[in-house]
Nanobody, 127 residues
Framework: QVQLAESGGGLVQAGGSLRLSCAAS????????VGWFRQAPGKEREFVAA????????YYPDSVKGRFTISRDNAKNTVYLQMNSVKPEDTAVYYC????????????????????WGQGTQVTVSS
């Protein structure tokens, strides 16, 4: 089992920045990839970013590429999501997720690749 706890959400003005954290505990050595997803009211949960637990490969959809950056600190078992130039449409509950299976490219966008999920943290962007 892997436990995930998100933090860092809040209210931010459009154009501002916010950094989310995801602290992992438990069997983290079994983790292959950690991702961030978000879900706005009435919408499906969508992929935001992912990073391999070992190595440097990262993945982003076009909607956040160039604005969001995912990174990790293995010593702290923590993954971060730096959100810059935020927009009102970035408003959502952001979830951290960990997967033990291999994925690459678009394959890491698939929610079914992730086995463990955090409780989520609310991000609200005001215009």
């Amino acid at each position: 089992q892997v436990q995930l706890a998100e933090s860092g959400g809040g209210l931010v003005q459009a154009g501002g920045s916010l950094r989310l954290s995801c602290a992992a505990s438990g069997r983290t050595f079994s983790t292959y990839v950690v991702g961030w997803f978000r879900q706005a009211p009435g919408k499906e949960r969508e992929f935001v970013a992912a990073i391999r637990w070992s190595g440097t490969r990262t993945y982003y959809p076009d909607s956040v590429k160039g604005r969001f950056t995912i990174s990790r600190d293995n010593a702290k078992n923590t993954v971060y999501l730096q959100m810059n130039s935020v927009k009102p449409e970035d408003t959502a509950v952001y979830y951290c997720a960990a997967g033990a299976s291999y994925c690459s490219g678009d394959g890491c966008y698939d929610r079914s690749k992730y086995d463990y999920w955090g409780q989520g943290t609310q991000v609200t962007v005001s215009s």
